[in-house]
């Protein structure tokens, strides 16, 4: 069991690959319906780990697999205990010149839970990437070199949408905060 989906994003390969690199990514990749909030984002997709909190306080640790690291082609992650132990499941992110253009971005997932369940989970995040995507590229017609950005309300449902959306940009996001 497990899943294929793909699409064509209109970026090209190295643009796509550092997209998903940076801060903000697997939060602007979460489909709001889902009961689950990032709890920690990892430091890097070759090796680091990804904390997702699941309800009834359980947590998904996606673990980076170095071995599964190609820079701007893939990158994995694989499910780690606890839940790990339980349920199989490894992600396999894959990004390949699309001959008209584009990246066809893959995304091959190694699990016994059903396609019909993963399905929608995947048309959204390719749907928000292409969407985002498109949007830095309007953001650099106007403004081609990076900003800085300083946000309040950072951390509300807005502004931590607004400083992910900002950061996979390349964009840097001073979130400013009551406390220390």
Not at 109 to 124: D, G, I, Q, S
């Amino acid at each position: 069991m497990g899943l294929t989906y793909s699409s064509v994003v209109p970026a090209e390969p190295d643009e796509v690959f550092a997209w998903h690199s940076r801060e903000g990514a697997i939060t602007r990749l979460m489909p709001p319906w889902q009961p689950v909030r990032v709890a920690r984002e990892a430091p890097s997709v070759r090796d680091g780990q990804a904390v997702l909190a699941l309800p009834g306080a359980l947590r998904w640790v996606a673990g980076h697999d170095p071995s599964g690291y190609d820079p701007p082609r893939q990158f994995a992650d694989v499910l780690l205990p606890p839940l790990g132990a339980a349920l199989h499941w490894r992600h396999t992110h894959l990004f390949t010149p699309d001959p008209g253009g584009g990246t066809v971005v893959a995304d091959v997932v190694a699990t016994p839970v059903p396609e019909r369940v993963l399905r929608p989970m995947f048309a959204y995040r390719h749907r928000q990437l292409a969407a985002d995507l498109a949007a830095h590229a309007r953001a650099r017609e106007v403004c081609p070199r990076p900003l800085t950005v300083a946000l309040t309300g950072a951390s509300g449902l807005i502004g931590s949408a607004l400083a992910a959306l900002l950061t996979t940009g390349g964009h840097q996001a001073i979130r400013l905060v009551r406390r220390a």
